[in-house]
C-alpha cells in the first residue's frame, strides 16, 4: 500500500516538471501525452494537486497552470536557506563587468533549472529563460554540475538521459557526455561552445553546498562572436571567483578543499 501511494506521489509531482515559461498553461490532454501516463491517472493526479494548490484549473480553457502553493514554499525554502539572493548580486555584476548574460542555475530534484539571470546593458546578448528546466549533456551548467554529483546520482543521470541534439556540437552519446565531465573536473569549469543554442559559447563553474555536493552552478551565455581568448580569460577568472566566494557565502565547501 505505501509503495503504491509513493508511486502516485511520484506520478503527481512528476506532472510539474511540464510547465515552464513557454508552456505556462496545460490541458489534461498534453499532460497525458507528454507524460505517457493514460488520461484517468493523470485527471487523478492533477486533481490531488490542485486540491494542494499545486496547480489551478482555469474556469474557462480548462488547461490548467502552476498555483500558490509552490511559491508559498519556494518563499519559505529561501528564507530556510538563501540561495537565489545570494546568487542574484553576482549576476548582476558579472553582466556588467564581462558585458554577456550571465545565469544561475539550481538542482531541483534531479533537473537543473535557471533560477537567476542577470543580463548585459546592450542590444546583443544571448536571452536565457528562467524557470526553465536545462538538459544535463547540453549545457555548460548541466555538465558543471553534474561532474561533481556523488557516484550513485551520477551513474543515473548519465543511465537516463536521453541525448537529444540540439545543435551539430551537441554531445549525442554517453562516452561524449563522460568526456565533457572529465574535462570539467580538470579544470573546474565547463565549457559549451554552441552545444545547446547556435552562436552562444556557455561557461559554468559548479557551487557547493555543506555536504560538498553541487547545488548549482553559475554560467555565462557568451555571443560567441564577440568570444575573443581575452575574453574567456576573463570569464574563466570572474567565474572562478564568483564560484568560490557563492559556495563560501552559503556554507559550503567545495569537495577540492577536503583534499
Not at 508552456?23 to 505517457?36: C, D, F, I, K, P
Not at 528562467?130 to 543521470?157: C, N, Q, R
Request: glycine share 6%; charged share 15%; with cysteine.
Amino acid at each position: 500500500m505505501a509503495k503504491t501511494m509513493m508511486g502516485t506521489v511520484d506520478k503527481a509531482l512528476s506532472l510539474l516538471r511540464f510547465f515552464s515559461p513557454q508552456r505556462a498553461e496545460l490541458g489534461l490532454s498534453e499532460l497525458a501525452r507528454l507524460s505517457t501516463f493514460d488520461k484517468t491517472t493523470t485527471l487523478r493526479c492533477m486533481t490531488a494537486l490542485e486540491r494542494n494548490g499545486f496547480v489551478e484549473q482555469d474556469v474557462l480553457s480548462r488547461k490548467y497552470r502552476i498555483g500558490l502553493t509552490p511559491l508559498n514554499l519556494a518563499q519559505v525554502r529561501e528564507q530556510s536557506f538563501p540561495v537565489q539572493s545570494v546568487i542574484a548580486p553576482y549576476l548582476d555584476d558579472l553582466a556588467n563587468t564581462l558585458g554577456e548574460t550571465a545565469h544561475g542555475t539550481l538542482l531541483m530534484g534531479q533537473t537543473p533549472v535557471t533560477a537567476a539571470i542577470g543580463e548585459p546593458d546592450r542590444a546583443l546578448f544571448a536571452h536565457v529563460h528562467p524557470s526553465t528546466a536545462l538538459p544535463w549533456h547540453a549545457t555548460a551548467s548541466g555538465v558543471a554540475i553534474a561532474a561533481y554529483l556523488p557516484d550513485d546520482m551520477a551513474e543515473t543521470v548519465l543511465a537516463h538521459q536521453e541525448m537529444t541534439a540540439f545543435t551539430a556540437n551537441t554531445p549525442i552519446n554517453r562516452t561524449q557526455f563522460a568526456q565533457a565531465l572529465a574535462a570539467c573536473r580538470a579544470e573546474g569549469l565547463s565549457r559549451a561552445p554552441a552545444t545547446f543554442e547556435d552562436e552562444i559559447t556557455g561557461t559554468a563553474i559548479p557551487i557547493f553546498g555543506p555536504a560538498t555536493h553541487p547545488i548549482g552552478a553559475i554560467a555565462i551565455a557568451a555571443v560567441t562572436l564577440r568570444l575573443t581568448p581575452e575574453l574567456q580569460a576573463q570569464i574563466d577568472a570572474a567565474l572562478r571567483r564568483a564560484g568560490k566566494e557563492i559556495t563560501q557565502a552559503l556554507g559550503g565547501i567545495h569537495p577540492q578543499a577536503m583534499t
